[in-house]
């Protein structure tokens, strides 16, 4: 009987493991030293009217880290660097949960993650979808407002590789 509960335990916990959507470095090992020139479409929560900026974008990967220096051409003063820190086996990109993993039929590689927040100072379940191609790249950000099913593209980096 102590056997048997052991083996169901052990099937029970592989399921739930086999059955996360993870990421590895190895998966975006491409973009290990890259430079990339872009653009940044937002909407402005002032107007609800889309704004687009230049960028340029660096991206360097340490261990587990993707490490992004962005600089915006026009908005020198928003030059910002981030990284993204693999997590929890893979399944998570920082705080953002990794819902699926997908290679496209031309080679790309989507990946979507999901976290909660507020956008516009409102809750809301947000969404980023990660296209990362041989040569191009973007990261969109939905969002869907607490109470609506309605879901809104908030803002989209596009690049290609330089």
């Known amino acids: ?22 990421v590895s470095i190895a998966d975006i090992q ?18 609800g009217q889309p704004v687009n900026l230049r960028t340029t974008m660096q991206i360097e990967i340490k261990a587990n880290q993707i490490i992004m220096r962005t600089q915006f051409t026009d908005e020198p003063g928003a030059n910002s ?6 997590k ?5 990109f920082g705080s953002e949960k990794i819902t699926e993993r997908t290679k ?12 909660k927040g507020k956008d516009d100072n409102k809750s809301a379940s947000m969404f980023k979808i990660y296209l990362i191609g041989e040569n191009d790249f973007s990261i969109t950000k939905t969002v869907i407002f607490e ?11 596009t690049y290609l590789k330089v």
């Open 30 to 47: 491409t973009l290990d030293n890259t430079s990339w020139t872009g653009n940044l479409m937002y909407i402005n929560y002032l107007d």
């Open 81 to 86: 660097k981030s990284s993204i820190k693999l």
């Open 104 to 115: 496209l039929k031309d080679g790309t590689l989507k990946i979507v993650t999901t976290f």
């Open 147 to 157: 109470n609506s099913q309605e879901q809104l593209v908030r803002n989209r980096y």
């Open 1 to 22: 009987m102590k056997t048997t509960l052991i083996l169901l335990i052990n099937l029970v916990f592989t399921t739930i493991l086999m059955g996360q959507t993870t």
């Open 88 to 92: 929890k086996g893979g399944s998570y």
